[in-house]
């Protein structure tokens, strides 16, 4: 079943490959390889942003390019520092929204109203693997470009649309 409760013929678990020892700095690369050279931030909805983020930034900065990785807590922390933002994220910060897997890509644009909000300015949106393959189309309304390391049909699936 997918986020949003409908059924999928496919599932793709792609934390496990993002987090697999093995293929780490693989699947960094081929983040930092599509990464815009003046995007200073990425990151997105916790959970399914946050390997992909982090495990890029921590890549780059052994490549000399400094990119700080945030997360976007699902609601308001009320104690501590606050705020749906956790790591490292300035309001000058130029930012690509990251996921593990879309379909939809509602994820995507709630971290990005909520990186908007706090000042910062959303450059582009980014998926490991793009299952649905209409979160381009969406993204460009909004003036973003989509970045997909993966599609469905590259896997070997169909599409699985809205």
């Keep these: 079943m997918l986020k949003s409760g409908r059924h999928s013929s496919w599932f793709i678990d792609s934390k496990q490959t993002i987090c697999a020892p093995e293929i780490m700095l693989d699947v960094a690369n081929e983040v930092l390889g ?13 959970m399914g942003a946050d390997g992909l983020s982090f495990i890029t930034a921590g890549v780059a900065s052994t ?3 400094e990119l ?17 933002i956790a790591g490292s994220l300035l309001a ?6 990251t996921e593990d897997t879309v379909t939809r890509g509602t994820s995507l644009v709630e971290a990005a109203n909520v990186v908007r909000d706090y000042g910062a300015t959303v450059v582009g949106l980014l998926a490991l693997v793009d299952r649905g393959g209409t979160v381009a189309a969406m993204a460009e309304k909004e003036g973003w470009p989509f970045f997909a390391i993966f599609s469905a049909p590259d896997l070997g699936f169909t599409y699985e649309g809205v």
């Design 63 to 65: 490549k000399g390019r």
């Design 34 to 46: 599509v990464l815009p050279s003046d995007v200073s931030a990425l990151g997105g909805l916790t």
């Design 68 to 84: 700080r990785a945030f997360s976007v807590r699902k609601e308001v922390k009320d104690h501590g520092a606050g705020g749906r």
């Design 92 to 97: 000058n910060d130029r930012v690509v929204i």
